[in-house]
Every structure is written in C-alpha cells, then in structure tokens.
C-alpha cells in the first residue's frame, strides 16, 4: 500500500500547482514522454475488459447455466450499472481526486473483479456443475450468484474510474495553448485508436477463442495478466505524468441551480433590463470560460439568479451561498442540457435495439450451427466483430469516399445532416430487429423439425442483424455524440460525455424491465413465455424482437415530428475516427 501511496504522491507533485513544472528527472512532465506509458496502459486494459465484455453471455450460459431472463438482467443491469459507475467516476475525478488517482483506483478495481472473474472459472465450487442433458441444468445458489456479482461489481467500479478519466488524462499532457500542442493532440487521438483497435481485434479474436474453445480459466486469466500489467506501466510513467487539480465538477452547478430556483418559485419575473440578476463577469465567475448569452427558455430557472436581497452578495458583489444565488451563466448552463434531452431520448431508444444482440444475439448464436470446415468452431463471441467491422467502415466510406466525392462534384464540402444521420440510424435499428426476429424464427423452426437444441442453421445467418447493429452506432449513436458535444458549450463538453453514458445506462435498465415484463405477461396464457429458460426454442423470442421494432417505429415518429426541431445543421466537429473512438470506448 505503501508503494501506491507513493505512486500517488509523486505523480501529484509532478505539477499540480503549476502544469508546466518539470519531472523529478528535470525533463519538462507531459507530453509524448508520459503519453507512452499512457497508451501502453490503455491498451492492455482494453485488451482486458473488451475480452470480458464480449463473451460475458456466452460464459453465463454455458458455466452458470442461466436462463434468458436472469442472464439478460445480470448482463443488462451490470452494463448499465457500469455506466452509471462513469458518472460517479467523473463527478469524484473532477471534484476530489483528480484523474491520475481515479485511473490507478479504477485499474485496481478492475484488477480485482477480473482475478475474482478467474476464480470463478478456475474453482469448482464457485459455479453450477455442468448440464447434462438440455433440460437438466443445475442452477447456481446464492453463494455462488454473490460471488459472481461481487466480481461484476468491481469491474463496474473499475469501469467507473478508467471510461470518464483515460482519454481526457491523455489530453492533459499537452499544451493546446500553442499550435505544437494542438498538433500533438491530434496526433495522440489516431495513437490512441490505433492502440484501441488493436486491443479490441486481439481482445474479440484471440481472447475470446481460448475462452470458449480453450478454456475459461485461462481465457480469464489472460486479461487479468493484461490488467496487472497495464497497472504496472501506468505506475513507471507515474514520474512523468502532468496532473492537474480537481477544479470541481458541473453536476454540483446544475443541483445549485434547481436549489435556488425552487426556493424562489413565489418570486415574479420582470422584463430583463428590470430584472436584478447576479451577473458576474467570466473572470470573476470562472476565468477562461466564454460567457453564455442570456435567453429566455424555461424562464422558471431565471429565478435561480435573481437577487431577492441585497444581503445575498458580500461586499465583492459576489455570491454568499451558491445555493440560494446562481449566477446567470450557471442557469444557461442548466437550460443547455436541457434543450438537448429530447434528442437524447431518441439515442436511449436506439440502443434498446442495439443492446440486444449482446444478449439474445449471443444466445442465438450459441444455438446455431458454429462449424467452419471439420475441426473449427465460430466462438459466438466473435459475432460482435461484425458490427465493429461495420461501423469501421462506414465512418471510412464516409469519410474517405463519401466526402471527398461530394466535394469534388459540388465543389462544396457537404455531409450528410444531423437529422438525416439520425433519421437512418432509428431505421436501421428497427430494420435490426425485424431482420433477427426473422432469423430467430427460422432458427427455432428448424431446430424443432429436427428435434435438436442445436439448430442445423448456419450462424452466418445472424450477420445481417449484427452488421445493422453496428450501423446503428455509425448513424445515430455518432450523431448524437456530435449533437450532444457541439451544442454544449466548451465547459460542459464532459458533461456531454457523462449524458452519453446515462442513455447507454438507461437502455440496459429499459431492456431488463421490458424482458422482465414481457416473461411475466406472456406466461400467464398457460403456454410457453415469449421469454426465460435454457432453451431458446421453447420460447417466441421473435416476437420480443418485434415489439422492440415497434418501439423502434414509434421512436422514428417522435423524432421526426418532434424531436428534431431540437436539431441544429451544425458543422462536425472532430475527425469521424474520433467520434468513432469515443463511441466504441463508452460501449465498452
């Protein structure tokens, strides 16, 4: 413990008082020095959680025995969870520790669930003793379910410190002040895709075929060397590490805001030269922050900054107690994630859609034909390949195809707009699902013709869903990360991330409850559910995926009747490979 504190203490004296001091060493902190050991770092640490993350189902299955009801809310609600974990990550690293400590405490966390993962796999009383049979699967008892959770729940927490914290940590170690450091910034963005896709195509191929056709134990074991590693490689660049102080986190801004607003609901809002709101000057309130322009949206919030009482202000003029008196720039703040949410609530969902194919997708797969030639199986865990594969190359075609022959046809650089990436995102999500529960038929009525659990189906079958699944992401999720970054002003631009996290977590929840309802109504008729046990072929899981296109439709109504009066034609900001980046990262 000692050495970590020490680790600790040495990366936080490298500059937190002044960024640009130098390293213990002498040599100026930062820069491609430290970024080295930070790529190093994100690599196998992505190499780990991205091998877990993929094949969580198929391990659940096959070790744990699970039913489709309980494996869907295991994996949904620890997906959710550990994207819930990002905002309490962010809120304690921009408040409290800083990003170096969030990053070792998360790795360290994620360290520890994935040797509680191994053991899982390499003990035999900590999971189900094998089917045998199709119908008769051991359950696992509670023991074995808490420690099988208490492992999940470290890598949420680890999950928590490193999503918010590994990009921006990375950012921190250049100067954008200077030409040279923007340069080197953009640079460090392909460095760190370059490392990530890389750790993503071992992680998807190689981990997950000696999970599943090897062994588990050793399949869990590898990325848990990986974690140790990269904790290891963090901790050397510790010296060199550019580190900057908490400066506290927005989330607290916007809590004070609704605070004051509501304590003055009786107050009566006059016209705005009459109006004696607190309105301080940017460098008084937050220097190096562009001042948001007063407007007259959800006027309710106004209350927040108006002066009641002189007394509210000390003898500066500045504010006593931030929770009675807002300033005017923290309501715009406010009222900014506020004109957003309904263009968020589309995002939420087309990730119901894309959820999907994570559970039920992989359980499919599981009963379906897997052979390739005599002596090959397809772990089933490879078919979320595709839809990186896919959304990799439509953000090339479009980018490197698409673009430059438009403009070199119009002599314009036009894109498409916001509205009509998102508009083909929501189709193909509801596409996505009509095209599974078509499969999903054919799979089932074929494995029953035969009377099999394993379908004679190839599982090739199943591309087409997996391959939308992954448009979805390159249309809609991409587009509505860029609307979320772009219409924030620059100090929020975390807060954009942190939301983003929020709808990926609330799909996962929206899921396991509608699984959950499904199962409970379904079953009631005296006949098979829809949804639950071992054996998809007992089930109508086909039916579940057109209820989710139907929600898919009404999705595709409210946004183009409504919500897309929300949407500005606002211009792309980064570089597609970035956004792309960003939103692999925070799937993942």
Known sequence: MNSTEDAIGSAN????????????DGKKAGGWRAIKYILG?????????????SNISVYLRTEYNMGGILLVNVVNIWSGSSNVASLAGAFVSDTYLGKFRTLLFGSLASLLGMGTMTLTAGIPQLHPSKCTGESNCPQPRSWQLGFLFAGLALLAIGAGGIRPCNIAFGADQFDTRTEKGRAQLESFFNWWYFSFTAALLVALTAVVYVQTDVSWVLGFAIPTACLGLSISIFLLGRKTYICKKPQGSIFVDMAKVLAAACRKHRQTLGPDQEQPSYDPSPEESDPGVVKLIHTHRFRFLDKAALIVDPNELDGRGMSKNGWRLCSVQQVEQFKCLLGILPVWITGIACFIAMDQQTTFGMLQAIQMNKSMGHHFEIPPGWMTLFSMIALSTWIFIYERVYIPQVRKTTKKDKRLTMQQRISTGIIMSILCMLVAGIVERKRRESALSRGSYESPVTVALLLPQFVLSGMVEAFAAVAILEFL????????????GAIFFLSLSIASYIGSFLV????LITRKNGKSPWLGGHDLNKNRLENYYYIIAAVGAANFVYFNFFACRHVKNVELCVDGREIQLEISASRH
């Open 13 to 24: 004296s490298v500059n937190e008082e002044n960024p640009s001091h130098s390293a213990a």
């Open 516 to 519: 959950n309802m499904i199962h």
């Open 485 to 496: 970054t772009t219409q924030m002003p620059e100090s929020m631009r975390t807060v954009a």
């Open 41 to 53: 770092n994100e690599s196998f640490e992505k190499l780990a959680s991205m091998s877990l993350v």
